[in-house]
């Protein structure tokens, strides 16, 4: 597979560059450069196949050019040790759990995949990466977590002042390990300036080899659409009629990973999430994007520290608008809808969930489509652990979530050992330090 920039089809590069350069020259981000027809692997599976097999078959697939079977089985069974989980409900309604990684977010599925391929990809260039991050917490745990004991990677984790735990000290740059976490003298908006810069600046990217591990990175999303896949091998006997997937917008990464399951021949019928600012509903009912209406040649370029799915979402949408009306179902949602939609998950099935979740599960709730035909399910998706929400969860349903002793370490404040300024010199002095 080809994968181009959603600013100029024209650009076509192979996933290998597509992961180690991250972001096209045009300031865009790299999209699949057409569609695939994996209908024969999807069809193929079931409810005995593993998650780390599905990703294997899927990898060979879409990236048959680069990746021999067996390479692609090696990169699927080192990235995933661990699993989703779905779990029904009722008759009608399933709970895609996510947050069964080592730090129990859906982000460990992307970055252990990224790593993985990663890994592969600079042993058979011979080549080294590193990846600058900016984290508060679970992501730069998850980063530490996926990286652990590569040969050829290295990450650099800038937290705000205060922030940094949940690291393994063994991991440690000056402990032999190949991560190097750092605190920042300043704010969230501090760390995020200077990385934007340094990424901005194409000498030094490829003067260290710097690429990102973020969803800007086409090499964290495509495996997020291995989730709906798994699903659809765990219902394919149980459901007969439509199936649609409830999920929170959050930064439209998952939504845009199931539409991409969906250009790859995945039986869905829709995708059902909450409104935003630039997600909605036309005067007319149906689904459109507002930032759409802004031209993509009078934009900046893509900020590569905050991942703008928004415009891969955009892509979608501008290749066959009727066809993306009628499947990406958005409701208004208020705090009440989502108290509301939490409260009915604990009381009704025992479940208790995040506020994004409770927010999809809102939306179920006031959309008809999932509701039209007596034997159409729906999944309900699950990003993170609920106990990662305590207040929150307490506050909607007067129980807070317990958070698993595995997931206990994550909250452990770490020694910092290094501090600098939040300036561009500084970061390119570790930077030097470490190649």
């Known amino acids: 597979m080809q994968f181009a920039s959603t600013r100029n089809s024209e650009i ?5 560059q597509a992961v180690l350069d991250c972001l096209p020259s045009d ?19 079931n409810d005995q196949t593993s998650f780390s097999s599905i990703a294997g078959a899927l990898t060979s697939a879409l990236i048959k050019e680069e990746f021999s079977p067996i390479i692609s089985e090696a990169i699927a069974s080192r990235a995933f040790t661990f699993s989703p989980k779905l779990v029904q409900l009722d008759e009608n ?7 069964h990684g080592p730090t129990g977010s859906y982000k460990d599925f992307g970055i252990s995949y990224l790593a993985s391929c990663l890994e592969h990809i600079l042993l058979m260039q011979e080549k080294e990466a590193i990846v600058l991050a900016h984290t508060t917490g679970s992501a730069g745990a998850s980063i530490a977590e996926s990286f652990r004991g590569k040969k050829r990677l290295k990450a650099i984790l800038l937290y705000s002042k205060g922030t940094m735990r949940g ?19 300043g704010k969230q908006e501090d760390c995020i300036k200077v990385l934007r810069e340094i990424y901005s600046d194409k000498d030094l990217v490829k003067r260290y080899g710097l690429t990102l591990a973020n969803t800007s990175n086409i090499g964290r999303l495509l495996p997020q659409t291995f989730f709906y896949v ?5 219902l394919k006997k149980k459901v007969y009629g439509d199936i649609y997937y409830a999920l929170s917008s959050a930064n439209y990464d998952n939504l845009v990973a199931g539409l991409y399951a969906w250009k790859f021949s995945l039986p869905v019928n829709g995708f059902v999430t909450d409104c935003t600012p630039s997600l909605g509903n036309n005067p007319a009912g149906s689904c459109e994007i507002t930032d759409s209406r802004i031209p993509l040649e009078k934009r900046g370029s893509s900020n590569p520290i905050v991942p703008a799915n928004l415009e891969r979402l955009e892509n979608v949408f501008s290749a066959s608008p009727a066809v993306m009306r009628g499947l990406v179902f958005p409701s208004e949602i208020t705090p009440e809808d989502q108290k509301q939609a939490a409260q009915e998950l604990f009381t009704k099935y025992n479940e208790l969930v995040s506020p994004q979740t ?3 599960y809102a939306a179920v709730k006031k959309s008809p489509v999932c509701l039209a035909d007596d034997d159409s399910a729906t999944v309900l998706i ?3 652990h609920p106990a990662f929400y305590s207040d929150s969860v307490k506050r909607m349903c007067g129980r807070a979530a317990e958070l698993p002793e595995n997931l206990e370490k994550l909250f452990v404040p770490n020694k910092v050992e290094k501090t600098i300024s939040p300036d561009r010199t500084a970061i390119i002095n570790i930077l030097h330090e470490i190649k």
């Open 27 to 45: 300031g865009g981000l790299y999209v699949p450069a057409y569609e695939d027809n994996l209908s024969q692997w999807i069809l193929y599976m």
């Open 382 to 384: 699950s990003r993170n």
């Open 12 to 16: 076509n590069v192979p996933f290998s």
């Open 93 to 99: 309604l399933f709970h895609l759990e996510l947050f």
């Open 358 to 360: 409770a927010d999809a």
């Open 230 to 234: 798994y699903a659809f091998s765990r």
């Open 167 to 185: 690291l393994d000290p063994a991991t440690f740059y000056w402990n032999g390990g190949n991560i190097y976490p750092v605190e920042i003298d």
